[in-house]
């Protein structure tokens, strides 16, 4: 298993990212509270209750979070078997997923320092131990709502391609960076660009350098 790296020492960039998390995320969501309801009646009216998604993923030096979005998903039917999550995505949730709007919940784990506006993605804890030394490094800093590789293809990329911009943004973050992956997001939203993998409705699980799925781990995703 790959061990986290030990917590850096806060920086002057660190504590103005923060500031600008806390800052954007309050504004963020005061602007968007009435779409949020929207929404969550939407989701409440189409797929029922609970309206949000929890999941647990990995934050910063390998600590687990809980991550909430809105439920884009019906709940897999035991009768059924393994149903793929496409099979699962209804109608409203391939439209918040296409427009971003499940992300809308996630600007709270942005509040409580789990998250921020700008990072790798957060994962699920499983791939901790599938990351390769130099890929266990997008862990030295916060998961973000946005990131490197969300501006620069997205789902559209293969996991080495996308793990691989994390570390470059770990190695390159600076305000300045922010900002400009914050400005290409939203242009990245609005074109509604990579949101799938190729023949997937979302993203395919990471495998990491060795081994195969099991049959129970098929057709899960990370997004």
Same mark, same amino acid.
């Given at each position: 298993?790959?061990?986290?790296?030990?917590?850096?020492?806060?920086?002057?960039?660190?504590?103005? /990212?923060?500031?600008?998390?806390?800052?954007?995320?309050?504004?963020?969501? =005061?602007?968007? #509270?009435?779409?949020? #309801?929207? =929404?969550?009646?939407?989701?409440?009216?189409? %797929?029922?209750?609970?309206?949000?998604?929890?999941?647990? &993923?990995?934050?910063?030096?390998?600590?687990?979070? *809980?991550? *909430? /979005?809105?439920?884009?998903?019906?709940?897999?039917?035991?009768?059924?078997?393994?149903?793929?999550?496409?099979?699962?995505? @209804?109608?409203?949730?391939?439209?918040?997923?296409?427009?971003?709007?499940?992300?809308?919940?996630?600007?709270?784990?942005?509040?409580?320092?789990?998250?921020?506006? =700008?990072?790798?993605?957060?994962?699920?804890?499983?791939?901790?131990?599938?990351?390769?030394?130099?890929?266990?490094?997008?862990?030295?800093?916060?998961?973000?709502? @946005?990131?490197?590789?969300?501006?620069?293809? &997205?789902?559209?990329?293969?996991?080495?391609? /996308? %793990?691989?911009?994390?570390?470059?943004? *770990? !190695?390159?973050?600076?305000?300045?960076? !922010?900002?400009?992956?914050? #400005?290409? @997001?939203?242009?990245?939203?609005?074109? &509604?660009?990579?949101?799938?993998?190729?023949?997937?409705?979302?993203?395919?699980?990471?495998?990491?350098?060795?081994?195969?799925?099991?049959?129970a781990q098929q057709g899960r995703t990370a997004?």
């Amino acid at each position: 298993m790959i061990t986290p790296p030990r917590p850096a020492p806060s920086t002057p960039y660190d504590s103005a /990212k923060r500031l600008l998390d806390i800052v954007g995320a309050t504004v963020l969501l =005061v602007l968007t #509270a009435p779409l949020v #309801a929207v =929404v969550a009646l939407l989701v409440a009216t189409s %797929l029922g209750r609970p309206v949000l998604f929890r999941q647990a &993923r990995t934050g910063r030096d390998g600590a687990p979070f *809980v991550l *909430v /979005k809105f439920r884009t998903m019906r709940p897999p039917a035991p009768e059924q078997g393994r149903v793929a999550d496409g099979d699962r995505l @209804t109608p409203l949730g391939r439209w918040l997923r296409v427009t971003s709007l499940d992300e809308l919940p996630t600007l709270w784990n942005v509040l409580r320092g789990e998250m921020s506006l =700008v990072g790798p993605r957060p994962l699920l804890p499983e791939y901790l131990e599938r990351y390769s030394p130099h890929q266990a490094r997008r862990h030295e800093v916060r998961p973000g709502v @946005t990131g490197l590789a969300q501006v620069s293809g &997205r789902n559209s990329l293969d996991w080495d391609e /996308k %793990l691989d911009l994390d570390v470059r943004y *770990v !190695d390159s973050r600076s305000l300045r960076v !922010d900002l400009s992956i914050l #400005a290409a @997001t939203a242009r990245t939203v609005l074109r &509604r660009d990579g949101i799938n993998a190729e023949g997937s409705a979302t993203a395919h699980e990471f495998l990491g350098a060795h081994g195969r799925p099991t049959p129970a781990q098929q057709g899960r995703t990370a997004a």
